[in-house]
């Protein structure tokens, strides 16, 4: 890895990997953001800037297009890893990209001896005679511990001449209520960095693709403006006009976002707030109350708090009521609520929406949600649509949105209710005993998990060839085991192919 025990400088070999986490990262096309870029021109005149936003967001490409604005050249900048959780490594590489700093603006660049202390680079930036600015990414890849605090405290006690910009998918740990107090502080959230239509279609021109304002319109609809799936939009252009286009034309993009979102968002969370976090993603605007009731966790506020000011996931509308803005995000969650805990928990969750809501005396919500559960407990909705849950369809503000029982899996809008398999007969033969069609219990997800077993994949290969999460596959092949009525993998290939389910190359 880029990192080294000692420290002095890296060793050899591993000079040039280290030298690319001290220039910003080379992330496509640059992109103007003028409305950004002024708050990072305010930002540093002060002592910290703070980028936060979860995952895919934008702040490494944010961060990288207006280093590359400024008049004076590019700012030092340090790019953390999880080697960086080594005090003395730390520190070495912040001395090597403040080194590396002054040294591009001419004249006499720092300079640090061996044993490089916290103490020791604040008193050298002291000296230095010009303005300086750090940006430091990906600050949420130290833990807890020595290394952090030992930033935090750089970052904390910075001299006059110093702005540091902490770039992460987290708060950090310091005072930030006294920093905002005494007008030391500059934000930019998860809210700030979505891209509006405009920027959308300054990326889309930026990439050489040709893009509509309907079709650049349902790119911001459905993505909720975040970074990731806008790039990903930008590359793998949506067509027609119709805003339902995004639905149909860009599969491919939503699933790379949906694998990012669970393997870089949910899987790192305690299982404790994923659980939150999945179930928020069936509901508009909820109140810890409301959400409690379908969690039965007396620590929702704590939670809450944790979602919505750490990772910064929620939307806080007033003092009681939150919401998970992001269409996409909670078309994603929503299916991966679906399939970590199955279609039957879903229906069972709106229902206790409807029954809060009536218990509260809202009529109109408790109704929304008692149809949303009746028609997912019901199967597809009439015409072969999907009804999605209150909130989740609306594209505008409209009423719900149906999208084709097919493309219920691809949605970057979709609800995770999937069209229910029917039940195995009572007195299903065994599982060796005759043509008995199990492919009308099993799903079209857990039949494209069946049709790989054969390969001599491991689960974490269909995983990733799947673009879903290893717990996601775990649940399919124990639900494929189930209605094969089989206990190993060798003989649910078997059955599936005797009974025509897989051809017998797989």
């Known amino acids: 890895m880029v990192g080294h025990s000692g420290s002095g400088p890296p060793a050899e070999g591993t000079h040039s990997v280290f030298h690319t986490r001290l220039v910003p990262p080379a992330l496509g096309p640059l992109l103007d953001r003028p409305?950004?870029?002024?708050?990072?021109?305010?930002?540093?005149?002060?002592?910290?800037?703070?980028?936060?936003?979860?995952?895919?967001?934008?702040?490494?490409?944010?961060?990288a297009s207006w280093a590359g604005s400024l008049p004076q050249g590019e700012p030092a900048w340090l790019t953390l890893d999880a080697d960086d959780n080594h005090v003395p490594r730390l520190l070495t590489?912040?001395?090597?990209?403040?080194?590396?700093?002054?040294?591009?603006?001419?004249?006499?660049?720092?300079?640090?001896?061996?044993?490089?202390?916290v103490p020791a680079l604040l008193d050298e930036v002291s000296r230095h005679p010009h303005p300086l600015v750090l940006v430091v990414d990906a600050f949420h890849e130290l833990k807890?511990?020595?290394?952090?605090?030992?930033?935090?405290?750089?970052?904390?006690?910075?001299?006059?001449?110093?702005?540091?910009?902490?770039?992460?998918?987290?708060?950090?740990?310091l005072p930030l209520h006294k920093l905002r107090?005494?007008?030391?502080?500059?934000?930019?959230?998860?809210?700030?960095?979505?891209?509006?239509?405009?920027?959308?279609?300054?990326?889309?021109?930026?990439?050489?693709?040709?893009?509509?304002?309907?079709?650049?319109?349902?790119?911001v609809r459905c993505s909720g403006g975040w970074a990731l799936?806008?790039?990903?939009?930008?590359?793998?252009?949506?067509?027609?006009?119709?805003?339902?286009?995004?639905?149909?034309?860009?599969?491919?993009?939503?699933?790379?976002?949906?694998?990012?979102?669970?393997?870089?968002?949910?899987?790192?969370?305690?299982?404790?707030?994923?659980?939150?976090?999945?179930?928020?993603?069936?509901?508009?605007?909820?109140?810890?109350?409301?959400?409690?009731?379908?969690?039965?966790?007396?620590?929702?506020?704590?939670?809450?708090?944790?979602?919505?000011?750490?990772?910064d996931l929620l939307v806080r509308d007033d003092e009681w009521t939150y919401r998970l803005p992001n269409p996409l995000m909670r078309g994603v969650l929503s299916r991966e609520l679906?399939?970590?805990?199955?279609?039957?928990?879903?229906?069972?969750?709106?229902?206790k929406a409807a029954r809060w809501y009536e218990d509260m005396g809202v009529a109109s919500a408790a109704?929304?949600?008692?149809?949303?559960?009746?028609?997912?407990?019901?199967?597809?909705?009439?015409?072969?649509?999907?009804?999605?849950?209150?909130?989740?369809?609306?594209?505008?503000?409209?009423a719900p949105l149906r999208v084709p029982a097919g493309d219920a899996g691809l949605s970057p809008v979709t609800s995770p209710v999937l069209s229910p398999a029917p039940q195995v007969p009572a007195e299903a033969p065994s599982a060796g005993s005759g043509p008995y069609a199990a492919a009308d219990s099993l799903t079209r997800s857990e039949l494209d998990v069946l049709r790989l077993l054969p390969l001599g994949l491991t689960l974490d290969e269909i995983a990733a060839r799947r673009h879903v999460s290893l717990n996601t596959v775990k649940t399919q092949v124990q639900a494929i085991y189930r209605k094969l009525q089989v206990g190993r993998r060798r003989d649910a290939v078997r059955v599936a192919g005797e009974r025509g389910l897989i051809s017998p190359r797989g």
């Open 229 to 311: 799936a806008v790039r990903y939009a930008s590359v793998n252009p949506v067509r027609g006009n119709d805003p339902r286009s995004c639905l149909e034309g860009w599969s491919q993009a939503i699933r790379h976002c949906s694998d990012f979102l669970l393997s870089e968002l949910l899987d790192p969370m305690p299982a404790g707030d994923q659980d939150v976090l999945l179930r928020t993603s069936l509901l508009g605007g909820f109140s810890a109350s409301l959400l409690r009731a379908l969690t039965g966790r007396a620590d929702l506020n704590r939670v809450l708090r944790r979602l919505s000011n750490e990772h």
């Open 144 to 173: 807890p511990g020595p290394a952090r605090s030992a930033l935090l405290q750089f970052a904390r006690y910075a001299p006059g001449g110093l702005s540091v910009v902490l770039a992460s998918r987290r708060e950090p740990d």
């Open 93 to 117: 590489h912040l001395a090597a990209a403040l080194t590396r700093a002054t040294a591009s603006q001419g004249g006499e660049a720092l300079r640090f001896g061996d044993g490089v202390s």
């Open 35 to 63: 409305r950004l870029f002024r708050t990072l021109d305010r930002g540093v005149t002060r002592r910290l800037t703070l980028v936060v936003g979860p995952p895919g967001a934008g702040k490494s490409a944010l961060l």
């Open 181 to 219: 107090a005494g007008g030391e502080l500059t934000e930019i959230r998860g809210a700030d960095l979505a891209f509006t239509h405009a920027e959308t279609a300054e990326l889309f021109r930026a990439h050489g693709a040709r893009a509509g304002d309907d079709q650049i319109a349902a790119v």
């Open 338 to 351: 679906a399939e970590r805990y199955g279609w039957p928990e879903v229906s069972r969750l709106l229902g």
């Open 367 to 398: 109704r929304r949600y008692a149809a949303a559960a009746q028609a997912h407990e019901a199967g597809p909705a009439p015409g072969g649509g999907i009804l999605l849950p209150p909130g989740l369809g609306h594209v505008d503000g409209g």
